[in-house]
C-alpha cells in the first residue's frame, strides 16, 4: 500500500505560529521516510544495545574514579570539567542516573548504517512529535504513531519544568509546542533556582558547558540533591562525552565491555560505532604503533593523502564547539594544509578540550519527493539521509517512539538540519 501524500499547502498551514526553530526553515516532503522491515527491525534492537552501552559507561566511569577500573578512564573523562562539577556528579545519590532519553545520529549507508554519535540531550524531540501529528493526521503510518512522541515525553519529569538556555534558546519554540500536550511548562535556565513556584520535576535541555551562564545553578544542584526536586538528564558531564566511542574501542577495556554489554550486544555494536580514536599527544613507545591507523604519533595524521583522509575531526564535549558539527572536521573534504591545522589544534587542545577522531563511512544516495518552493510541485529528490531515532526511557526500559529523517543534497558530506535539507518523519514498512 503506498503511501499517502501530505499536500503542501496543510503542511505549512499546520507549522505553529511561532515556527518550531527559531530563526530556522527547512524543505517540505508529501511523503514520511520509509524504512525497509530489515531497517526497522534493527532499529527496535538498536535501543536495548544503547541503552546498555549508556549503563556500562555511568558504570566504568564510577568504577573508575572509585580505584575499581584504571584512574585514567576517568580522568580523561574529567578533563577541561570545574571540580565542582566533577565532585557533584559523583555524588552517590545520582550513582545510578542515566539521561532517559537517547538518540543516536544514524547515517545510511550502502551496507547498513553507522552512528556517527549518540546524543543524550538532543533536539528535535519537539519537531519530531509536530512531523509524526501532523503526518499521521494526513493518512501516513509514522513510526510511532501520531502522539507516541508526545505521549513518552510526557513520562519524563511528569508535570514538571522544562528548562531552557539562552544557548539552547533556538529549540525554544519545539518544547514550547511538546509542553502544551505534555502538562510540562517551559522555564528559562538562567533564574530558575531562585524561583518560588519550582515544580517537583525538571527535565535539563541545556548542555553542561552552558553552566557558567547560569547564575542560580547551585541553588538548583543544592536542592536535587536533597531531593526536593528530580532532574532529568542527571548533572553527568563524563555522559555527555563523544570520546565514548573511542574508550569502546580501546582493546584495555575489551573484556570490561564483554562483560557489562554481553557478547552479543558488544558484537552488534562492533557493526554500527565507527573506529574512533582520542587524540592524545601522548608519545608511544618506539616499539608501538596506534591500532589501526598504522602510524606511531597523531601528528603523522597531518601528512596523509586525501585518500587516506577519510577521517573526521570534532570536539569531544563540555563545549559550545561540540555540537551543531561546529567542530566537525572531514578530512578528505579540506585542503591538507586545513587538516593539519585541524590535527594541530586537536593535539593542543587535548589538557581542556579532548578531540576524537573517526572513520568517515559515506552515505548512501536515495531519491526521494520533495516540494519544489518556487512551484509547489512534487520533484525526485537524490539525497543522504541522516536518520535520529529517539527512544525514551520508560519504567527503565527504552521505547522507540518517532524517528526524524533529514534529506540532505548528495553533495553534502556534514549532514544535518540545514536550510535545503528535508525534514520528515520515518514512517513504519508498508504492509504486504
Not at 533556538?170 to 528559562?188: L, N, Q
Not at 552515505?363 to 527512544?391: D, W
Request: glycine residues 6%; proline residues 8%.
Amino acid at each position: 500500500m503506498p503511501l499517502q501524500d501530505a499536500p503542501l499547502h496543510l503542511l505549512k498551514e499546520a507549522v505553529p505560529t511561532d515556527g518550531l526553530f527559531a530563526g530556522k526553515s527547512w524543505r517540505f516532503s508529501p511523503q514520511a521516510f520509509p524504512l525497509s522491515p530489515e531497517l526497522y527491525k534493527e532499529l527496535e534492537a538498536l535501543g536495548d544495545r544503547l541503552w546498555s552501552f549508556q549503563k556500562a559507561c555511568n558504570d566504568l566511569y564510577s568504577l573508575s574514579a572509585a580505584g575499581r577500573q584504571p584512574a585514567w578512564i576517568a580522568e580523561l573523562l574529567d578533563r577541561g570539567k570545574p571540580p565542582e562539577l566533577v565532585e557533584f556528579s559523583r555524588q552517590k545519590a545520582f550513582r545510578n542516573y542515566v539521561p532517559q532519553v537517547l538518540r543516536p545520529d544514524v547515517i545510511l549507508t550502502e551496507n547498513g548504517f553507522i552512528l556517527s554519535e549518540l546524543d543524550s540531550i538532543p533536539g528535535g524531540i519537539g519537531l519530531t512529535a509536530w512531523l509524526n501529528a501532523t503526518y499521521a493526521n494526513l493518512g501516513s503510518p509514522v513510526l510511532g504513531g501520531a502522539t507516541g512522541m508526545s505521549d513518552a515525553f510526557a513520562t519524563l519529569a511528569p508535570g514538571g519544568d522544562i528548562l531552557v538556555s539562552r544557548e539552547a534558546e533556538t529549540y525554544r519554540p519545539e518544547m514550547e509546542w511538546i509542553a502544551a500536550r505534555t502538562g510540562h511548562r517551559v522555564c528559562d535556565a538562567e533564574g530558575y533556582g531562585a524561583r518560588t513556584d519550582k515544580r517537583q520535576a525538571a527535565y535539563r535541555f541545556f548542555e553542561l558547558f552552558d553552566l557558567q551562564n547560569i547564575p542560580d545553578i547551585t541553588a538548583l544542584q543544592s536542592a536535587a540533591l536533597q531531593g526536593e526536586i528530580s532532574i532529568t538528564p542527571p548533572f553527568k558531564p563524563f555522559l555527555e562525552e563523544k570520546l565514548w566511542f573511542a574508550l569502546f574501542w580501546m582493546r584495555p577495556l575489551r573484556d570490561y565491555w564483554r562483560r557489562a554489554l554481553s557478547d552479543r550486544n558488544f558484537n552488534a555494536l562492533q557493526k554500527v560505532i565507527p573506529k574512533s580514536w582520542v587524540l592524545d599527544p601522548q608519545p608511544l613507545p618506539p616499539h608501538a604503533e596506534i591500532p589501526g591507523l598504522g602510524i606511531q604519533d597523531f601528528q603523522e595524521l597531518a601528512g596523509f593523502s586525501q585518500k587516506e583522509r577519510e577521517l573526521v575531526i570534532k570536539a569531544s564535549g563540555f563545549s559550545e564547539l561540540a555540537w551543531g558539527a561546529r567542530s566537525v572536521v572531514i578530512g578528505s573534504d579540506v585542503p591538507q594544509s586545513e587538516w593539519k591545522d585541524a590535527v594541530t589544534r586537536a593535539l593542543s587542545a587535548f589538557p581542556t578540550q579532548p578531540h576524537l577522531l573517526q572513520r568517515f563511512h559515506k552515505a548512501r544516495v536515495f531519491k526521494h519527493s520533495v516540494y519544489s518552493e518556487e512551484t509547489g510541485t512534487v520533484q525526485e529528490f537524490p539525497c543522504k539521509v541522516r536518520l535520529c531515532p529517539y527512544y525514551l526511557a520508560i519504567n527503565d526500559k527504552p521505547q522507540l517512539s518517532g524517528a526524524l529523517a533529514t534529506l540532505c543534497p548528495p553533495d553534502k558530506k556534514i549532514l544535518h538540519g540545514m536550510r535545503d535539507a528535508v525534514l520528515v518523519p520515518a514512517s513504519l514498512p508498508c504492509a504486504d
